[in-house]
């Protein structure tokens, strides 16, 4: 019979990586707080009218990536492609936003998309997400974004590059549309069948095309600065202004788009040179018509996501540290069966004092014991004698030293020396 296999696009994380998942989240949850961020978790799965809605009907992700099914009452489900659709449900369902309020909320999980799988994607793929909800000012996108790069300081990360741009709103984007449209229509026949079929309904998608001849077009294309009304141009140039006061540098680039319909105004992504064609390692920006896509009046919103598979590539082709290899500091070894009960106490008392203790519940030999104990700082020993004369010897493994420790002091015997 053939094995079952995990689905393409979809791997185990197994105890050798999964640690380094931990300190990553861990990171990202202390950052998180230091900024004013509170954890929400949400559904893995929505209706699918969330995305389509939200998202935007002529995206990538809503065209051809999604996972959805109709469920047993009929109802059209998706696994969801991305968090901030989300997150402002969430808000909107749950009334956060009510009455001026803001929220500043993070999450973290799987997401899932139909992408061709290959070195940093996957289909079943993890984020960091980050949202400040209800308000609307520059100041607020200033913070999302150093929100991000914080983060990646914090975890160590370098060679990385901050990249932003202005997509204007509801009321200067149909001019710059426009003007997009007369230009590729002028070079259509150098597009491909995607982007022209894209021209009629978005043909700011075709700024986002990866494909080298339709990106030699759009770097022609042209930019939007000169077509923003007075207050996205305002907004950006606080943008910009508030990142200068930071200390941060940032580069302009009037083809970021985002893949998703929803931003307006402010749009970036952070990228890393060490991750070739597939180099962002987050990316966000501002979504004032979010909320009333999805039927939830007026909440502006900012915010930024990145995917932990590829932040923890860059970690690791960077050499960046992971914090410290889980391990068992004390092993309980019992010499013969008789003593087993016994060293199972001690076992038990070491890890409700918050000492991680490894104890054999495989009936091995006391040889095999000591060979796991290996990789500890300590051991236990504990046999007839010990019993008898109600002490524990301890043994450091790291220079081969052996005290008798009375049974009742172990614990704090321990505790003092693996501080």
Request: charged content about 25%; hydrophobic content about 35%.
């Amino acid at each position: 019979m053939t094995s079952i296999t995990a689905p393409r696009g979809t791997r185990d994380i197994l105890p050798g990586e999964s640690w380094k998942w931990e300190y990553i989240i861990n990171t990202a949850s202390q950052t998180m707080k230091d900024f004013g961020f509170s954890e929400i978790h949400l559904p893995i799965f929505e209706h699918t009218e969330l995305f389509s809605r939200g998202v935007g009907e002529t995206t990538d992700i809503v065209e051809k990536e999604m996972y959805t099914f109709t469920d047993m009452g009929g109802r059209s489900i998706t696994l969801r492609p991305e968090a901030t659709a989300g997150v402002m449900r969430a808000a909107i369902e749950n009334k956060l936003c009510v009455q001026g309020a803001s929220a500043k909320l993070w999450n973290w999980g799987p997401m899932f998309r139909y992408e061709r799988p290959q070195k940093g994607r996957y289909r079943q793929f993890y984020q960091i997400d980050a949202e400040c909800l209800g308000i609307a000012g520059p100041y607020a996108d200033v913070e999302v974004i150093s929100l991000s790069i914080e983060l990646f300081r914090r975890l160590g990360l370098k060679n990385l590059e901050v990249v932003i741009n202005s997509v204007g709103c509801e009321k200067c984007r149909p001019v710059y549309r426009e003007k997009l449209l007369k230009y590729f229509e002028a070079h259509k026949d150098e597009l491909c069948e995607t982007c022209l079929a894209r021209m009629g309904r978005n043909p700011l998608r075709i700024l986002d095309c990866k494909k080298e001849s339709c990106g030699h077009v759009a770097d022609g294309a042209p930019d939007i600065y000169d077509s923003l009304c007075d207050e996205c141009r305002e907004h950006f140039a606080e943008v910009r202004a508030g990142l200068e006061r930071l200390g941060f540098t940032y580069t302009l680039n009037k083809r970021l788009v985002r893949g998703l319909d929803y931003y307006t105004k402010t749009a970036y992504e952070i990228l890393s040179g060490d991750l070739g064609a597939q180099n962002a390692v987050a990316g966000g920006g501002r979504y004032d018509n979010l909320a009333s896509a999805i039927g939830g009046g007026k909440i502006p919103g900012v915010g930024f996501a990145c995917g932990v598979d590829r932040v923890m590539l860059v970690m690791e082709e960077q050499g960046c540290t992971f914090g410290k290899v889980p391990e068992i500091s004390v092993y309980v070894a019992a010499l013969d069966d008789n003593s087993r009960g016994v060293a199972q106490i001690l076992t038990h008392e070491l890890r409700m004092n918050n000492i991680t203790a490894g104890f054999d519940t495989a009936g091995k030999s006391f040889k095999s014991q000591m060979k796991n104990a290996s990789a500890c700082k300590f051991a236990c020993i504990i046999g007839p004698d010990e019993i008898a004369n109600n002490v524990v010897a301890v043994k450091n493994l790291g220079d081969g030293s052996q005290v008798n420790v009375e049974r009742s002091e172990v614990v704090k015997y321990i505790q003092g020396k693996i501080q």
